[in-house]
Structure formats: structure tokens, C-alpha cells
């Protein structure tokens, strides 16, 4: 029976042993310390400090996880094993090695942390005698330096053999040796693989540029293809990312005259006045010719308010009614025509 226990226990070790050594969290530990097994205790159930031999043991520990170690102690004692259940015993210098698992109570590393732990141990009495055991046990650490711990523990081994049960007791020093690898950095979100973080990116489905918040710009003029009313030609931002040819302020898409500079009441074109009036050309009726608005660009002579050109009488002044012909009298026969033309 004891034998299938034996067997068990060390296929649970390797098992267990595989499936955790893919873990982040690696660190390797090497404990030194003074053991004193006691055989007679189980047989007597005293607890006398005489039937406390002594020994040295090192001990290498592999952390699995946060709550799983491995360790291989090694020892060497020299015990009074014994031979009968009367308390006669025979001293033998005994190698020791242990496969154990440990079961961490605390995930991470403080000040004080406890632990239980189980294995499988095989011994070498007197280089003769090989005998195999399980040892169950109970660990105590203390930190007392970065990466140093105060380390004790107690453990029942039972043997495989008559008369092997016994308890030990240790104490010394466990080294963590090296530092924890660096956590690796968490996974950062970012669906359209342009190097914006999902959470800051304001077109996440769409590759964009990080200048501009994760958002595309095809025609690189700094607006976002989103706020682009030309997203296919650079332009300005203070246009809407439209280009201006002519730099008048109109985007060209909206200007009649592209290429010459104009202004806005006049869709983007210059304003041409050819006869310097300030009637421009597209209005004058007369543009070659300097006129009054009034007359819609046209010469006025006697400035009766009716152009030349439509003025019967252009150097005398005259109601528009009369084609700019006077009728001093009022008698409905124009100056021109009437005999008496300061007499109704």
C-alpha cells in the first residue's frame, strides 16, 4: 500500500510539475539549513531533546505560480535509527533527497508568509540501505533582507519501512535568487492596426494617422477625411480642407473666377469697371462710357436722372415721363413744340 502511495504522490509531482512551468511568474530559491530528525518520538511519543540528532541540509525551490512551488531537498544526517520498539537504535549517517510540492497561503511575497507541502523522499542509510518515505510538513518564512527570508519548518515522514516514521525540525536561510521577470504590458485594443489605441482613437475601423486621432486624411492636407468637403485634393483647413487657387478666401468649388481674385458678393470674381464710373461692367449699360448709377452706368448730361441714350433732350432737363424733355407750361405740349411755352 505504501508503495502505491510512493507512486502516486511522485506522479502527481511531475504531472504538476509540467503543467505549471509555462508560468510569468519564475523565481529559483536556494535554502540552507540545520535539520534534527527525531526517530523516537512516534515509537515514545515523548518529546525529549535527547532523541534529536542533527544534520545540514540545501534545498532548491522553483516557484510554479503564485500559489505552487517545487523543491529538492538534499541532506545529510546522522541519527540513532531504531531497531526495536524498546528504544534500542543504532547511529547511521543517512543521505536524504525529497521531491516536494508546496501550497503557498499568501499569492505574493510579504513579510510573512506560511506553507504547507508534500512529497516523496528516498534514503541512503550507511551507504547500504536504500528506504523511501513521505514526508508531509509545514514551512515558515520570514523576510529579513530584499530577497532574503528567515526560513523554518516541521514535518512527519512517514517510511516505507518499520521503525522509519519520525519528525524533523529545520531552520536557516532561503535566497531568492534573481528578480521576478517585468509583468508583461498589457494588450492594448486597436482594431484597425494604425497604432492608436482603440480607446483613443476616433475612427477606430478605419486606419488612420495618430496626428490626427487615429482618423484618415487621403489628401494630407491635416483635415480628417470626415471633416473634408475635398477629401481627394489638399486644401485649406479654414476652408473646409478645399483648395483656393487664388488665395481670394473662396474655395475654388464655389468661386466663378478660380484664378483671379475676387470677392464674395461677386461669387470669387474681380469686380471690372472698364470706364471707372463705379458701376461694374457686368451691370453698366454704358461701360465704356462714364456714367451714374442711376442711370445704370450711363452718361447724364443735363442730370435729369435719364441717360443720354434714352434722353430726347439731353442737355435740358426733363421728367423721364417726357423722354428728359421739358414742359415749362404744363400744358402737356413739350417746350420744344409749344409756341408759348411759359403759357398754358
Not at 543517512?94 to 510540492?101: S, Y
Not at 519548518?153 to 531552520?171: N, P, S, V
Not at 496626428?211 to 485634393?233: H, I, R, S, Y
Not at 447724364?300 to 423721364?320: L, T
Amino acid at each position: 500500500m505504501k508503495r502505491i502511495l510512493l507512486f502516486t504522490i511522485f506522479c502527481l509531482l511531475i504531472t504538476l510539475q509540467g503543467a505549471m512551468a509555462q508560468t510569468t511568474e519564475i523565481k529559483d530559491g536556494l535554502a540552507v539549513r540545520a535539520v534534527f530528525p527525531n526517530y523516537q518520538w512516534p515509537i515514545s511519543n515523548k518529546f525529549l531533546e535527547s532523541d534529536f540528532n542533527s544534520g545540514m541540509e540545501i534545498e532548491y525551490i522553483r516557484n510554479l505560480n503564485s500559489l505552487l512551488n517545487v523543491s529538492f531537498p538534499f541532506r545529510i544526517t546522522k541519527a540513532g535509527l531504531p531497531l526495536d520498539e524498546n528504544g534500542k537504535t543504532t547511529q547511521s549517517g543517512i543521505l536524504g533527497l525529497d521531491a516536494l510540492l508546496h501550497l503557498k497561503f499568501m499569492e505574493k511575497p510579504s513579510f510573512f508568509y506560511p506553507h504547507i507541502y508534500a512529497g516523496v523522499s528516498g534514503y541512503l542509510e550507511d551507504l547500504e540501505t536504500v528506504n523511501f518515505g513521505v514526508p508531509l510538513g509545514l514551512g515558515l518564512n520570514f523576510r529579513i533582507g530584499r530577497n532574503t527570508y528567515l526560513s523554518t519548518k516541521g514535518e512527519y515522514r512517514i517510511g516505507f519501512e518499520d521503525l522509519r516514521d519520525h519528525i524533523q525540525l529545520g531552520a536557516g536561510l532561503l535566497f531568492l535568487l534573481g528578480d521576478a521577470p517585468a509583468a508583461a504590458p498589457p494588450k492594448i485594443s486597436d482594431r484597425d492596426g494604425d497604432g492608436v489605441p482603440d480607446e483613443q482613437d476616433l475612427c477606430p475601423d478605419v486606419f488612420g494617422l495618430a496626428g490626427l486621432n487615429g482618423c484618415p486624411d487621403k489628401d494630407g492636407d491635416g483635415v480628417t477625411d470626415g471633416d473634408d468637403a475635398c477629401p481627394d485634393v489638399a486644401g485649406l483647413a479654414a476652408l473646409g480642407g478645399c483648395p483656393d487657387t487664388d488665395g481670394d478666401g473662396i474655395a475654388d468649388k464655389d468661386d466663378d473666377c478660380p484664378t483671379e481674385k475676387g470677392t464674395a458678393a461677386n461669387r470669387g470674381c474681380p469686380v471690372r469697371d472698364a470706364d471707372g464710373d463705379g458701376v461694374p461692367d457686368s451691370t453698366d449699360e454704358c461701360p465704356n462710357q462714364p456714367g451714374t448709377a442711376a442711370t445704370n452706368g450711363c452718361p447724364d448730361r443735363d442730370g435729369d436722372g435719364v441717360a443720354d441714350k434714352n434722353d430726347d433732350c439731353p442737355d435740358v432737363k426733363g421728367p423721364a415721363a417726357t423722354r428728359g424733355c421739358p414742359d415749362s407750361d404744363g400744358d402737356g405740349v413739350l417746350d420744344r413744340n409749344d409756341k408759348c411755352p411759359n403759357t398754358a
